[in-house]
């Protein structure tokens, strides 16, 4: 297990310095000047300010250096200091990966908790009413993009009944129900739908047999044997669609004004902000990998067959 | 396909013995697809979906009595009626046109991003798979690297480069999910070429390029293909996301994400603005993950 998850971690770091190298590649190559986009442009034209503005966030040195910096630097937790209000980013970043983490929270616990309990409703139940709809609804679910669902749901639960808020996150609970709903409704659905054909498939098992045959009731069942070994896929599913989740949360956060990293991202986008976009882009990697690593190793612990191979 | 071919010999349909018997053999082997395919009643309806979609495309002009460019800023807002059946936008365009030729923006980013990224997948899957050893761990790190962006966060990056319009939409969408095929067909080649008929092809003489191209690659490509039809519907929502958030193609193409990133301005005041773009959306979706969903069940019994 230890050589396991050592060989996993030197995997994950290579991943990053990959990946943050294409990200740092794609941005040194950008056309535009960010010092012309600077605040307070005016005086940014001024080739003198010009010059001390690029000297002072190192725009002159070669791509290499900088990238060599920047890892320098983020590994050490520093991700420089932003172009529009000459901020470190940690510091302007971090009470928004405070509200995006939240936000997530409430809305991987949506996930969870609806695809699961649909899921075994569907399978424990098959082909009754109840299977056929959820898979419908499931099915139908799919096909419908984030922003789809988050103007729905606005059009319907903030404008037409009125009992939650449009956007904002001023109303303590009830702000969150919309935008988290947003986020994990279309993954529910896959979640749901994975858990009901791991499910169906564990209750042909001949420990399901056994268990069934030396006479506990069916709950127990249920719940000691069949969904241990049921949930183990849609654990690792969990992991993967994390990054489906993340650009669910660009989305959603950009529809209801929520103050996290999605929406500073749209808006340094149009701010040609980059080190804003390189660190919220660089979190978001780091903690897609990392959940990922989780996830493996969590595999790995409850499905001994994984670490021999 | 492996198994559909054990499938005619196991109902008693004559081994080819003659080219003329191979090529029925193979029409056989559609036909049984084709047969497959069609008992699933969902997929019949995708299928007319994505019809409707590529014929909408290739109609556009036809199908339409306004220029989706042509402003009317006398007649702006106009809720749907005789004039204009899906109503106006806020500079007056009619709707229906902008929907009508906004499939195209759909159908071209859609198919030809998963043409690039299955075309990329497949050529380095396949090395991965078939070289193996030190091609393999290299590949497959690189897929990584590329596999942890975030689809979405990692296209804006690469349109931030190219900047805005179809073509960047295209390559950023096609950079980011080239990985999951290559995964894909690396594990699906990892396990055919250990398999009896690989081994006897192998035996009578056959080497490198013959044997992935005739008996690997046909082999093990089911799961490939069935990816990337319903891939067609991700890359669509991706697209419209991305105009969505203003980084896809340029704010007055006639395209599903920028209407309703308009409409979003006016729900609950003006919803058909943002609400006929999105059933156009859901629909394409529904349409190839339908096709995918038949797709799967026809060419592999085993992925069900």
């Not at chain 1, 190192?58 to 050490?76: E, I, K, R, S, T």
């Not at chain 1, 940690?90 to 609806?114: C, F, H, Q, T």
């Not at chain 2, 199908?63 to 800023?73: F, G, K, N, V």
Request: one cysteine or more; glycine letters at 8%.
């Amino acid at each position: 297990m230890v050589t396991f998850i050592i060989r996993r971690v030197i995997q994950m770091v290579i991943v990053l310095l990959g990946a943050t190298f294409v990200l740092f590649a794609c941005l040194f190559v950008l056309p535009g000047d960010p010092i012309a986009s600077l605040a307070g442009s005016e005086r940014a034209r001024d080739p003198a300010v010009a010059a001390e503005l690029r000297q002072r966030y190192n725009l002159d040195d070669p791509l290499l250096v900088q990238y060599g910096a920047f890892v320098w630097n983020f590994a050490h937790g520093d991700l420089g200091e932003d172009y529009a209000q000459r901020r470190p980013v940690n510091e302007i970043l971090g009470p928004k990966v405070v509200n995006s983490a939240k936000l997530a929270g409430v809305a991987i616990l949506i996930d969870v908790a609806l695809g699961i309990f649909a899921g075994i409703i569907a399978a424990v139940l098959r082909y009754s009413f109840w299977d056929v709809f959820i898979t419908l609804l499931t099915t139908i679910a799919i096909g419908f993009p984030v922003f789809v669902i988050g103007l729905l749901l606005q059009q319907t639960f903030a404008l037409q009944f009125g009992v939650l808020p449009l956007f904002g996150m001023n109303d303590g609970i009830k702000s969150y129900i919309l935008p988290a709903t947003t986020i994990a409704l279309v993954d529910a659905a896959l979640v749901a739908r994975l858990m009901r054909g791991t499910l169906l498939e564990v209750l042909r098992a001949d420990y399901v047999r056994t268990a069934i045959a030396k006479g506990l009731p069916r709950r127990t069942v249920l719940s000691r044997h069949a969904m241990r070994n049921a949930v183990i896929p849609v654990l690792t599913y969990l992991g993967i669609s994390f990054g489906g989740f993340l650009s669910g949360a660009l989305i959603t956060e950009a529809i209801f004004n929520w103050d996290g990293i999605g929406l500073a991202l749209v808006v340094a986008i149009q701010q040609q902000n980059n080190p804003i976009i390189v660190g919220i882009v660089a979190y978001s990697v780091v903690i897609f990998v990392v959940i990922n690593l989780i996830v493996d190793l969590a595999y790995a612990a409850l499905d001994p067959r994984i670490r021999l191979s | 396909m492996t198994q559909l071919v054990g499938q005619e010999l196991a109902t008693g349909t004559t081994a080819p013995t003659t080219p003329t018997d191979e090529e029925q053999r193979r029409a056989g082997q559609w036909r049984d697809i084709w047969h497959l395919f069609t008992r699933n009643r969902l997929a019949i309806v995708g299928l007319v979906l994505v019809a409707v979609l590529f014929l909408t495309a290739a109609l556009a002009p036809l199908l339409t009595s306004y220029d989706p460019y042509d402003q009317d800023l006398t007649n702006t807002l106009a809720p749907p009626s005789g004039d204009h059946l899906l109503g106006t936008d806020p500079l007056g365009r009619d709707q229906l046109s902008r929907i009508v030729f906004g499939s195209r923006i759909a159908v071209i980013v859609g198919l030809a991003s998963i043409l690039l990224s299955t075309v990329i997948g497949v050529i380095f899957g396949a090395m991965a798979g078939y070289l193996g050893r030190g091609w393999d761990t290299v590949i497959m790190r690189v897929a990584d690297v590329f596999f942890a962006f975030p689809l979405l966060i990692g296209a804006i990056v690469i349109i931030l480069m190219l900047g805005r319009g179809v073509l960047p939409v295209i390559l950023s969408l096609a950079i980011f999910s080239w990985a999951t095929v290559a995964r894909l067909l690396r594990s699906s080649i990892l396990s055919t070429r250990e398999a009896d008929y690989v081994m006897a092809a192998r035996a009578l003489g056959g080497t490198g390029w013959r044997l992935v191209t005739r008996h690997i690659l046909p082999n093990s490509f089911a799961p490939v293909l069935v990816f990337a039809t319903f891939n067609v519907g991700v890359a669509v929502v991706a697209e419209a996301s991305l105009s969505f958030l203003g980084v896809g193609v340029k704010a007055d193409v006639p395209e599903w994400g920028n209407m309703i990133a308009v409409g979003r301005g006016y729900v609950g005041t003006s919803d058909y603005l943002w609400l006929f773009p999105s059933i156009a959306v859901v629909l394409t979706v529904l349409g190839f993950v339908f096709v995918g969903d038949g797709l799967r069940d026809a060419l592999d019994p085993k992925l069900r």
